[in-house]
């Protein structure tokens, strides 16, 4: 795989819902010149990313969860085309809405991963939690992990 997208995305004003965000700024900042790997850090989800999820073979998207578990779990899921949306941009824009509008609008469906952490914090202020801050160096490798297996061809998502 040669077509990588990373999407991160979060309420940077929101405490842990900007982990996201905040691990693909880390992740650009980290990697600032790889032709194999685009970045896009958004705090919403936005339609527009449709376009460049439909030129990628990968997207793995970063986001802050609030599922039940402790604070800074880390979690990784496939994501599929959520074939049940009322629109396909039906707001909030979710990774699952979002492939299933680039499968109906560009007839393309990459492969996708979604990798979150846990928050703790989804109060006003712009510092994550001590528990999410110290997750996000587990969540960058496990993204480096995934971008350098797919980029030598050796992709094969561990769930």
């Known amino acids: 795989m040669s077509r990588i997208l990373v999407i991160g995305y979060g309420n940077a ?4 819902d900007g982990a996201g ?10 990697n600032p010149a790889n032709g194999q790997v685009r970045v896009i850090a958004q705090e919403l989800l936005k339609p527009q990313v449709v376009e460049a999820m439909a030129e ?6 970063l986001d802050a969860s609030n599922r039940q578990g402790e604070a800074g779990a880390l979690a ?10 009322d629109g396909v941009f039906a707001q909030p824009l979710t990774p699952a809405r979002a492939l299933q509008a680039c499968r109906v609008v560009y007839r393309h ?15 006003f202020g712009a510092q994550l939690s001590p528990a999410v801050e110290a997750a996000l ?18 992709f094969a998502p561990a769930v």
């Open 13 to 16: 004003h929101r405490s842990d």
């Open 21 to 30: 965000y905040r691990a693909a700024l880390d992740y650009l900042n980290a």
């Open 56 to 61: 990628s073979d990968l997207v793995i998207f």
């Open 76 to 85: 990784q899921q496939e994501v599929a085309a959520d074939e049940q949306a």
């Open 109 to 123: 469906s990459p492969q996708a991963l979604l990798i979150s952490v846990k928050g703790e914090n989804y109060g």
């Open 137 to 154: 160096p587990e969540m960058l490798e496990r993204l480096n992990a995934i971008v350098t297996a797919a980029a030598q061809g050796n």
